[in-house]
């Protein structure tokens, strides 16, 4: 991904491995909200909060093209491929420190109330989400 919106560094812990001593598939996704979540506080948006709702996932996808391990360190780096009325449709690369991909995908998340309902994207959301259109 040419200039992501977002980097995170972050490293595979034992946690992350499952008996074959690789990171376990859904892991990705952990590493990935972690990215998402900093990304959110860096632009001073919600993350989540029961009186005023959030962000859940509606859809994701994932491609694995090499396998991390324990200890390996990695890189995050997120884009936005579009808005929508009350949805962010991220694109994301999970990199090993020698810049080879790992896995790369999408995740929809749609911002909601604290009913769980959704709600359009306030401007200033908007503002700070079309910076990372990429």
């Known amino acids: 991904m040419e200039n992501p919106f977002h980097r995170q560094a972050a490293a595979i812990t034992f946690r992350d491995t499952d008996a074959s001593g690789w990171m376990h598939f859904t892991n990705v996704f952990h590493h ?6 900093a990304c959110l506080r ?5 993350v989540f909060d029961r009186a005023h709702g ?38 994301f690369e999970v990199l090993k420190a020698t810049g080879e991909p ?6 929809v998340t749609v911002r909601v109330d604290h009913q769980g309902k959704p709600q359009p994207l306030s401007a200033d959301e908007r503002s700070a989400l079309e910076a990372g259109i990429r």
Do not use: F, Q
């Not at 860096?42 to 919600?46: S, V, W």
């Not at 790992?102 to 995740?107: C, D, K, N, R």
């Open 102 to 107: 790992s896995a790369t995908g999408t995740l």
């Open 42 to 46: 860096k632009l001073d948006l919600l």
């Open 54 to 91: 959030g962000w859940p996932r509606v859809h994701v996808d994932c491609d694995y093209r090499r396998p991390l391990l324990c200890g390996d360190e990695i890189e995050i780096h997120l884009a936005i491929a579009s808005l929508g009325a009350s949805s962010v449709t991220w694109k």
């Open 32 to 37: 990935v909200e972690v990215a998402e979540h």
